[in-house]
C-alpha cells in the first residue's frame, strides 16, 4: 500500500474503448408456467396467451453502458415482481418507473446480468421469465483507497485518492452517493473533497480510541465524464489505536506527547526559521522511516548551495508532502528548545526520536501552534485544517 505523495504510480487506466454502440435489442421468451396441484403446469388450463418478455437499452443488449436504464415490457400480461442479477448471483436493487428500470447504482462494465420476472397473464395465471443482457467494454480509472491497514492513528481519515482532479461536481456528488461508512462505536463523520481530486470521510472529532471503520466503495461503472468510468468496488475495515496527539509549539520550541489525553512525554525540539518556517497547523502522520536521505535539490535548492544540504537522517516520520518531517537531528541539540534552526523540520535528539518512532502510529495527529504560515489541505492529510462546519462544506452533496 503505498504511503508517499505518488499519484500517477498508483493510478492507471485499464480496459478498451467503448465497444461500438449498436441498435435496440429486444429478447422474447417463452414463459416457464408454475406447475399445479396435480401436477400438470397450470398455464395448460388457462386460454390465456403465455406472456413473453421483451428487454431494451439505448446502447443495445450487447453493450449496455453502466449506467442505462433498462426497458422492460410484457406482452400479453402484467409484470409483477422484477429481479436483476449478475453472472454471480448478486441481486442488485433499482427502481421501476412505468416500464422503465433503472438500477440504484451502475453496472460493472463487461459483465452479464439476467432479468428475472413475474408475470401474470390475462387469467392470472403466475409464469416466470426472464432475459440477459451484457455491459460494454469501456474504458475504466482505477481510483486508489490508501491507507487501508489496522491500528491507525486517530487523525487518519477514511482516504480515497483518484488521479487526476473532478470538476463536474454532479460527479463528485454521485461518487459520494455510492460510498457508505459504518463506523463502531457509532460516530457523527462526513465525506468532503480536497482540491477535487481526494475524498476523505472524518468524524467531528478524532477517532475514538479503537474504533473501526467498515467502508463500502460501489465505484465500479460510474462515469468520470469523456467516456470514462470507475473500474471497481472496493470493501475493507480499518481499525484505529490509541489516542494519540502531540503538539509542537513552533515558538517555544517544545513538543508535548499525549495518549488518551495525558502528557507522557515533553521534547525539546528546534522548528523551522524565518527563512524557512514549519508550518501551523494540524498535520497527520502520513510515513514512517527508519532513515532516508534528505536531499534540498528535491524542492530546488541544489545540495552543494549555501542553503543546500544532502544530509542521512534516521528515524523519519513525515506530515508534509512538501518535505516536512519530525526526525532525529543530532547536529542540533544545542539549538534544540531555544533556537530555531531547521529547514522546517522538527529537528529532535536521536533518544527522542528513536522513541516517537516506537510510540507514534501512523495516523496520529500533531498540531503545530505558536505562528508559522498556515498548512494547506493538499499538502498532507488535509481534513482537520478545517473545524466541523468548514469540512461538511466540503461534500459534494450540501
Known sequence: MPLHHD?????????????AAVGLGTVGLAACAKAGADGEAAGAASSAAVPSLSITTAHGLDAVLPQDPITVTVADGSLTTISVADAEGTVYSGKMDGQVWTCDRAFWP?????????????????????????TAQVETVVYSPVYMQQGLGVGMPVYVQFNSPIADQAVLAEIERHATV?????????????????????????????????VKLAFAGLSV???????????????????????????????GVYKNGALVKDCLVSTGTASHPT????????EKLDNMIMDSSTYGVAADSAEGYRTPVDDCQRVTWSGEFIHSAPWSVAQQGNTPSSHGCVNVNPTDAQWLMEFTQVGDPVQFVGGGPAFEAGDGVGCWVYDWASWQQQSALV
Request: charge should be negative.
Open 279 to 286: 508550518l501551523s497547523g494540524t498535520k497527520v502522520i502520513m
Open 182 to 214: 459504518t463506523t463502531t462505536p457509532e460516530q457523527v463523520g462526513s465525506w468532503g473533497w480536497v482540491e477535487n481530486r481526494i475524498l476523505m470521510w472524518r468524524p467531528q472529532e478524532y477517532w475514538q480510541a479503537g474504533s473501526t471503520a467498515d
Open 7 to 19: 499519484v500517477t504510480s498508483r493510478i492507471t487506466r485499464r480496459g478498451a474503448l467503448t465497444a
Open 225 to 255: 465524464g469523456e467516456g470514462l468510468y470507475l473500474a471497481d468496488d472496493t470493501n475493507y475495515s480499518i481499525s484505529f489505536g490509541d489516542n494519540h496527539l502531540l503538539i509542537c509549539d513552533n515558538s517555544g520550541q517544545h513538543m
Open 110 to 134: 463487461s459483465n452479464t446480468y439476467t432479468v428475472s420476472v413475474e408475470a401474470a397473464d390475462n387469467d392470472g395465471t403466475a409464469h416466470t421469465l426472464s432475459a440477459q443482457f451484457t
